[in-house]
């Protein structure tokens, strides 16, 4: 099973599906050894605590919190982004891990650069792999893309368009 570190929003926008058909957190955890670092927790019960979408998805993470292994990292204290995304890149340079899943559109070119071996994958991409390896039809993940996009306000990023095209959309 390869390793994937998720960070706080990818983990997020995997959370926002719920209990959909087919489940995208669930598909993650069972598809992968997902590996998250302690302060990505710290970083869910606090957007757990909110009324809307993400709080929602943060809490569908944190109930699944059996099916993933969280970790202590040291933060490189010269990463210039939050601290989950600085532990999440940290605990993937460090163990090697297949992936990282991570869903910062504004510095993808700066998380990439910081990965040493590891691929970035974004949620909307994780997606059509899922339909790539026939785990999700199309349609499902298409809706699962589409509630995420709602409450993540991706309705015009390129990443998602991206993988809308890869959908057969």
Not at 39 to 49: G, K, M, N
Request: charged share 20%; aromatic share 4%; hydrophobic share 45%.
């Amino acid at each position: 099973m390869s390793a994937l570190v998720a960070d706080t929003s990818a983990l997020v926008s995997l959370g926002i599906v719920g209990t959909a058909d087919t489940d995208p957190l669930a598909l993650c955890l069972e598809t992968y050894e997902v590996l998250i670092p302690e302060i990505v927790i710290d970083e869910l019960e606090d957007v757990a605590s909110y009324d809307d979408a993400h709080g929602c998805g943060a809490q569908a993470v944190l109930d699944q919190a059996d099916g993933f292994t969280v970790r202590s990292v040291s933060l490189d204290a010269a990463f210039p982004l939050d601290d989950g995304e600085n532990a999440a890149v940290t605990l993937a340079n460090d163990i090697d891990a297949a992936m990282l899943l991570c869903d910062e559109f504004n510095q993808l070119g700066l998380i990439h650069a910081s990965l040493a071996n590891t691929r970035l994958v974004t949620t909307p991409t994780l997606l059509s792999v899922f339909v790539r390896n026939g785990q999700m039809d199309s349609a499902a993940a298409s809706a699962a893309l589409d509630l995420i996009s709602e409450a993540r306000s991706w309705e015009t990023n390129q990443y998602v368009d991206r993988a809308r095209s890869l959908l057969g959309e």
